[in-house]
T-cell receptor, first 111, second 111 residues
Framework: DVKVTQSSRYLVKRTGEKVFLECVQD?????MFWYRQDPGLGLRLIYF???????EKGDIPEGYSVSREKKERFSLILESASTNQTSMYLC??????????FGPGTRLTVL | GQSLEQPSEVTAVEGAIVQINCTYQ??????LSWYQQHDGGAPTFLSY????GLEETGRFSSFLSRSDSYGYLLLQELQMKDSASYFC????????????FGSGTRLQVQP
């Protein structure tokens, strides 16, 4: 069975903290993605990676960075968390592009 | 860029048929995908259409008309467990291997 795991289901951080969200997939997929999901806005792409050490900006990369040192792991980093980054963060992986497998999500609250 | 439009909410009764429409605007097009997301859950892949016509998978079918930039998801014999949000998505046309998602349609199935 395909599996994408995320390091935390719920996370509470303070403004200005550096935040790491981890995502691991066990399907040997080349492509990995980070989205944020907010009510009424659907899923918005933050960053994605199609190979180890490769990364590309999505639609809303500002305030975020990513790291992909190993094929199975894709990390999202909030360099200095702000309240407007309070959101649900979803990680996904895929072999191609159209069938993406999502993790359970991390609900991040920034106080 | 690309944009997708789908209704924000649809309500139907158990046993009925419901159609969720999606129109898209892209400068290039590869295919239309559909994802389902239950409250508190991760999005899961339902279907993908690259060519015109209807694709059927059990109670769910998906249709695409490339000339009309339009597709729909058809759910038959509705069950209470079909209450969820449904997202259409197009493969990104900017040369990047990523999906752009619509803002989602919340389906409420009533007894």
């Amino acid at each position: 069975d395909v599996k994408v795991t995320q390091s935390s289901r719920y996370l509470v951080k303070r403004t200005g903290e550096k935040v790491f969200l981890e995502c691991v997939q066990d399907m040997d997929h080349e492509n990995m993605f980070w989205y944020r999901q907010d009510p009424g806005l659907g899923l918005r792409l933050i960053y994605f990676s199609y190979d180890v050490k490769m990364k590309e900006k999505g639609d809303i990369p500002e305030g975020y960075s990513v790291s992909r040192e190993k094929k199975e792991r894709f990390s999202l980093i909030l360099e200095s968390a702000s309240t407007n980054q309070t959101s649900m963060y979803l990680c996904a992986s895929s072999a191609g592009t159209d069938t993406q497998y999502f993790g359970p999500g991390t609900r991040l609250t920034v106080l | 860029g690309q944009s997708l439009e789908q209704p924000s909410e649809v309500t139907a009764v158990e046993g009925a048929i419901v159609q969720i429409n999606c129109t898209y605007q892209t400068s290039g097009f590869y295919g239309l995908s559909w994802y389902q997301q239950h409250d508190g859950g991760a999005p899961t892949f339902l279907s993908y259409n690259a060519l015109d016509g209807l694709e059927e998978t059990g109670r769910f079918s998906s249709f695409l008309s490339r000339s009309d930039s339009y597709g729909y998801l058809l759910l038959q014999e509705l069950q209470m467990k079909d209450s969820a949000s449904y997202f259409c998505a197009v493969r990104d046309i900017g040369g990047r291997r990523a999906l752009t998602f619509g803002s989602g349609t919340r389906l409420q199935v009533q007894p």
